[in-house]
Every structure is written in C-alpha cells, then in structure tokens.
C-alpha cells in the first residue's frame, strides 16, 4: 500500500496501473509483463545454470571448442579395422545374450510388476495399504542406484549372466510397476463397474475386464523396457562384468578402440532394429 | 500378415454376416453359440506378440549361465545384504559427511548443467524438427540424427569422450548431453506439433516473421508443457549423472558410491550414500509426477 501512495514511475507504474484501465479497453501492459516474466524466467534458468557450472568447475567456452575434437577423435579411433572384424566371433554371442537378457528381464519383471499394480491400483486393487505400498516399493526399486544394485548383486550372485539379468529385472520391476499403475488407473471404470454389478469375483473382474482393456499398454510398455534394457546393460554389464558392456569395457580399457568401435556399431545397430520392431508391433496391436 | 489366415477369415466372415446371423445381431459360431471373442487382426497380432515374448524368455531363462554359486544361499545372501544396506546406514571413515553431501550436489549440478545446455539446443532443433514450423526434409534430418544420438548408451558416450576430451565435468557433461537433447527434441518437437494451425496461419496471414511466430504463437501456448518435459529430463538426468559418475570416473555422489561399493567393500556407507540418493529422486520423482499431470496429460 506505500508503495502506491509513492506513485512508482517507469515500468513498474505500468504494471501497477492495470486496475485504471476500464474493463474492455486494450491493456498494453499485458505484453509488456508476459515478457518481463518470460526474461525474468531465463535469467534466473541462466543464473542456476552458472552457479551450477562454476560449482563444478565447467569450462562453457572449452567443452564447445572440445566438442568437434571430440567427434574428429572418434571418427579417426573408432573405426573398425579388418583385424577387428576377427573379434566378432567374440561380440556376436555376448550381444546375443545381452538382448535375451533385456528381453527376459523385461517380461519376467513385467509379469511380477503387474500383479503388483493391479493389487495396487487405486480404481480395481484389493484397498486397504496396497496402493500406498506398492508405490512405496515401486519407488524403491525404481530409484535405488543402479549400481548399488549391481554391487550388492555382484557380491553374492559373482561374475554371471545371471546377476547382470537380475540387476535389469529390478530396475525395470521398478520402473514397469509405476508405469502399469498409472495405465490402470486411466482405465475407463465402466466395464468394471457393470462386471461388479453383475456380481463377478475379483478374479473374473481382472481376468475379462482389466487384462483386455489394458493388454495393449503393457505391451507397448514391455516394447519400451526392452529398449531400454539393452542401451542399460551396456551400463549394467560394465559393473558386473556380464554381455556386451563387458567386452566393451575389456576392448576400450586395453585401448583396443577400434575394436571398441566395432562394438559401438553392433550396439547402434541393435538398437535402432529394436526400435523398428518394437514402432512396426505398435501400429499392428493398436 | 504375421497370424495364422484363419484368425482373419474368422474376424471377417463375423463382421459380414454379423447382422443376418445372430437373433440380436450377435455373431454366432456353427454350433449355435453366441460368438464373445471375436480374432481380429490386432488380436492376432497381440498373441503373436505375447507368444514370442514367452518364448524368448524361456528360452533365455534355460539358457542363461547361473554361475557356481548355489542360487538359494546367493539370494539368501543378496537379500541379506540388501536388509543390512537400508537399515544400517552410516559413515565407516572413508568419506565424511560433508564430502558426500557435496558429491550429491555435484551430481545435481551436472544434471542442471545437462539439462540446461540441452534445453537450449532441443529448443533451436526441436523447432526445425516440427513438421509445421519447418519442411519436411529438414525435420527428417534431425530425426534420424537424435534416433542414431539415443541408439547409443549414455555410458559410452560419456567413456568416448572422457578419452577424447580429457576425464572431467567437460566430458561428463558432453557425454550426457546427447541423450537429453535428443529425448528433448522429441517430447519439444511433439508438442510443438499441436499447436492450432489456425494460429499459425493468422500471425503468418498478418506478415509475422518465422521467429515473432515462434515467440508469438508456438511459445506461449507451450512453455509450461516445456518446462515441464525439461524437468522430466533433469529427473532422469539425476540418475544418469550418478551412474556415469560411477563408471565414467567423472565425480560426484556416484564415483562415491562405486568407491564405497567396489574398493572398499563398505555396505554402511553404500546405504548412506544409497539414501541421499533415493532422497533427491523421490522428491524429484514427486514434482515430475505433479507437473506431468498438470501440464502434459491433457484428457
């Protein structure tokens, strides 16, 4: 209230005297403070981005100019030779078992992960503290590192496929949990409701209701974990030592780098087939 | 075409005589049965589906190399392990408090840093990747480009140039920059895609410049479903900071974990270090969920 009695001149008048304007007439200063509110906006983004930067000593100008270094770097280093091409015998079988991991962990974690979300979904669970559990653990799993997972993995299970298999299935069960919950809750509630009014079990209701309206999702869902699993066990695999994150590892640690590049392409090249396969299956299902 | 033909004909001929058939119009099996699945060709395809994932699984579940560990004492192990991390957390003399507190910042710091300077470029690409502000050949460029971009792990690309540019924030955040501007310039591009047409016509119509049609038209009808997809990222940028920090040596709460973890063998300081962790991603995870529902999940 001072402040008006004190009749602010410039802008800030402008944005005071809003309430002059008769209701109808054009107000100018809606422009002029949408735009002092975008500026505003980008340079407190511009100052946290600073903070941050000199917080952990980033040097803006030298990471550009070290960027196309970089690619030049990769592009001379990276390149698979003739005699890389002999290690192929050694990638394919690793790559072959990282993909059935990937796959394997995401339907088995899927499977689990689904029993989990329908128990607890708000709309169609079970009730009492389900759904605050299940959340809860969804949480946990999902937002627990991945490589305290793998160190506590590596520990007892040692250097097999199964623990790099196992360290998937907990972040996807996680991840997939969440996901399923939230697509049964956006589930429309008629069909359940006339189920339930026709006096159906809780079994007939999930089993006729639940299962086929949301099938499409969880598959379109898995598609996506499977994805996604085979870009992480590259990451899983260098922690526990297991598929084609540990050849990779091996190859670029032993400064090996075009047999490392080689690697890289079989890895690329997975990955964008998976992608295809898993757009061409959505647009058949849907 | 990947089902069996029967599965087709029978969706077919249920449509066709569909009318005729029934008393009510119901479909009816020879047997005088009232037909309730009815295989249509996306039937067909989910089973196909579902059928190979169950394959594959069990097929990689037999196969799969279990090691030389008994699996029962192995999991009965793991999980106690598991138990000791989440209920006795604590400082065992290789890192202070302080120190892990700071590592943590650091991680947040290089996801900031991450998710700024890829917002920024999203921003300039994701508008040249949208079909209506820009043509059709350059918005196929860039797509290809971020799908070859998102093929190849964060990890790698942080490992790549941590060798090209030298170890350091610099190759950390290089490294973890290509993910979140190609995921930016998906969800950015998609939504500018929405946009009313009408609007972009109208300012067009009235002789706006490319860019006083992006700032004018496309901007303020998306910056909050914007910054909410930028969130989204620095959510995930989280996570991905501390394993890269973990893998890649490029600092932060992560290379602490794997030190914890890996060299020393130290579970306390694993579940403490695990906890800070869980701490930021829940709280992230939260307001990611809040402004997802708000500004995104338009019914």
Request: aromatic share 12%.
């Amino acid at each position: 209230m001072t402040e008006r009695a004190l009749r602010p001149t410039g802008l800030l008048a402008g944005l005071r005297t809003r309430r002059a304007v008769p209701r109808g007439s054009y107000d100018g200063s809606f422009f002029l403070r949408r735009t002092l509110a975008v500026v505003a906006a980008a340079i407190m983004l511009v100052a946290l981005g600073a903070l941050s930067g000199t917080y952990v000593g980033f040097d803006f100008v030298q990471a550009i100019l070290d960027v196309p270094g970089g690619f030049a770097w990769m592009a001379t280093q990276f390149v698979p030779s003739f005699s890389s091409l002999q290690k192929l015998d050694a990638i394919l079988p690793a790559l072959g078992s990282t993909i059935l991991a990937s796959v394997a962990s995401s339907c088995t974690a899927a499977v689990l992960a689904y029993i989990c979300a329908v128990l607890g979904s708000r709309a169609v669970g079970v009730g009492g503290p389900f759904p605050l559990v299940v959340r809860a653990i969804a949480s946990l799993f999902r937002n627990i590192p991945v490589v305290a997972w793998a160190f506590i993995l590596l520990f007892s299970f040692k250097q097999s496929e199964f623990t790099g298999f196992f360290a998937l299935f907990l972040t996807s069960f996680g991840y997939l949990t969440r996901c399923f919950l939230e697509s049964i809750d956006e589930m429309s509630a008629g069909p359940v409701e006339a189920l339930r009014a026709c006096g159906a079990s809780y079994g007939q209701i999930v089993a006729q209701a639940v299962i086929p309206m949301s099938i499409t999702s969880v598959v379109s869902w898995v598609l996506y974990m499977i994805e996604t699993n085979i870009r992480d066990a590259t990451l899983v695999g260098i922690l526990t030592g297991t598929g084609i994150g540990f050849v990779f590892d091996v190859y670029y640690k032993s400064f090996r780098y075009d047999v490392a590049g080689l690697v890289l392409l079989c890895i690329i090249l997975v990955v964008i087939a998976c992608e295809l396969v898993s757009n061409f299956v959505r647009r058949r299902i849907l | 075409m990947t089902g069996e033909p029967s599965g087709g004909r029978a969706g077919d001929a249920g449509v066709l005589a569909g009318a005729a058939d029934g008393p009510n119009g119901a479909r009816m099996a020879r047997s005088g049965k009232i037909k309730v699945h009815v295989a249509s060709k996306s039937n067909v395809s989910l089973y196909v589906v579902l059928s190979a994932f169950v394959l594959v699984t069990v097929f990689a579940l037999v196969t799969m190399d279990y090691g030389k560990v008994s699996f029962p004492a192995a999991m009965a192990a793991a999980v106690e392990d598991f138990v000791t991390m989440m209920t006795q957390p604590g400082l065992g003399g290789h890192f202070t408090l302080p120190d892990v507190i700071e590592g943590l910042f650091v991680s947040l710091a290089l996801a900031l840093l991450t998710t700024f300077i890829g917002a920024v470029i999203a921003f300039v690409l994701g508008l040249l990747a949208s079909c209506n502000l820009s043509n059709k050949g350059v918005s196929n460029v860039i797509k290809v480009f971020m799908s070859v971009a998102r093929a190849v792990p964060t990890i790698l690309w942080v490992l790549v140039f941590s060798v090209a540019i030298g170890l350091g924030p610099e190759a950390a955040v290089v490294g973890l920059l290509f993910h979140s501007v190609a995921y930016l310039v998906k969800a950015y591009s998609e939504s500018f895609e929405e946009v009313d047409a009408g609007v972009l016509e109208a300012l067009r119509a009235s002789g706006a410049s490319w860019w006083q049609v992006v700032f004018q038209g496309v901007v303020p009808e998306k910056v909050n479903e914007m910054l909410s997809w930028t969130f989204i990222r620095f959510e995930i940028n989280f996570v991905n900071a501390v394993a890269v920090g973990a893998v890649a040596g490029a600092g932060g709460i992560g290379y602490q974990l794997f030190l914890a973890g890996s060299f020393y063998y130290d579970i306390n300081e694993v579940g403490l270090i695990v906890y800070l962790c869980l701490a930021v991603a829940v709280v992230l995870e939260v307001v990611a969920t809040k402004l997802r529902k708000r500004y995104i999940v338009q019914r």
